[in-house]
């Protein structure tokens, strides 16, 4: 079964509006998760690492405050898309683990679209 | 910086026929390696993963990879395909101690033809 759970799997919101994106562990606790982004027909982008009980950190390129994350919990990390716009239209995924010797174990993904 | 490299965007074959997609990556020290499969709309599914020891790697629903050092690569096979194998296949580099973080190349979408 899955070891995370990511939620909401589509969400479509007007243009302005915040969204917020959940992926839980669910067997294990992860105190680092990571965000992804994929845009169509291209691979999976890293936008951020997750640290639980700290800030996240972010790769070049990726706006801060235009993708909030928050690691509040060894289980729960959070992924808000503020003031969304058409163009962060996109598939956002989600993973924890990755531990010594251990691979990562992917949500499902969130397919976001920003009319 | 690691990298990862498919060169192959598309493949088709037919269903019952042998299957390889290749993957090239590039670091300076013995990286974990892996290989993901992706339905559309879905999220990735682990097929199978190398860390070390044997340079050939069992797999989930029949795949296999090898890890071969001096070319740099770690290309998945399946020695029959099924229709239901037609998905988004992507290879990817962790680097050990990075907390899991990896690396993905751009994906092979695999065709399978009856």
């Known amino acids: 079964g899955a070891v995370v759970s990511q939620h909401p799997s589509w969400v479509i919101c007007k243009s302005g509006t915040s969204v917020k994106i959940e992926c839980r562990s669910l067997?294990?606790?992860?105190?680092?998760m990571f965000w992804y982004r994929q845009f169509p027909k291209q691979s999976l982008m890293l936008m951020a690492t997750s640290n639980e009980g700290s800030k996240a950190t972010y790769e070049q390129g990726v706006e801060k405050d235009k993708f909030l994350i928050n690691h509040a919990s060894l289980t729960l990390s959070t992924l808000t898309v503020t003031s969304a716009h058409p163009e962060d239209s996109s598939f956002y995924i989600c993973s924890a683990g990755g531990g010594r010797r251990q691979p990562q174990h992917f949500g499902d993904g969130t397919r976001l679209s920003i009319l | 910086a690691q990298s990862v490299t498919q060169p192959d965007i598309h493949i088709t074959v037919s269903e019952g026929a042998s299957l390889e997609l290749r993957c090239n990556y590039s670091?300076?020290?013995?990286?974990?390696l892996f290989w993901y499969v992706q339905s559309p709309g879905q999220g990735l599914q682990l097929l199978l993963k190398?860390?070390?020891?044997?340079?050939l790697v069992q797999g989930i629903k029949g795949f296999e990879a090898e890890f071969k050092r001096s070319q740099s690569s770690f290309n998945l096979r399946k020695p029959s395909v099924h229709w239901s194998d037609a998905a988004e296949y992507f290879c990817?580099?962790?680097?050990?101690?990075?907390?899991?973080?990896?690396?993905f190349g751009d994906g092979t979408t695999l065709t399978v033809k009856p």
């Open positions: 067997d294990f606790q992860a105190t680092t």
């Open positions: 670091y300076g020290a013995t990286p974990y």
């Open positions: 990817a580099v962790g680097a050990p101690g990075e907390a899991g973080k990896s690396t």
């Open positions: 190398y860390f070390s020891g044997d340079t």
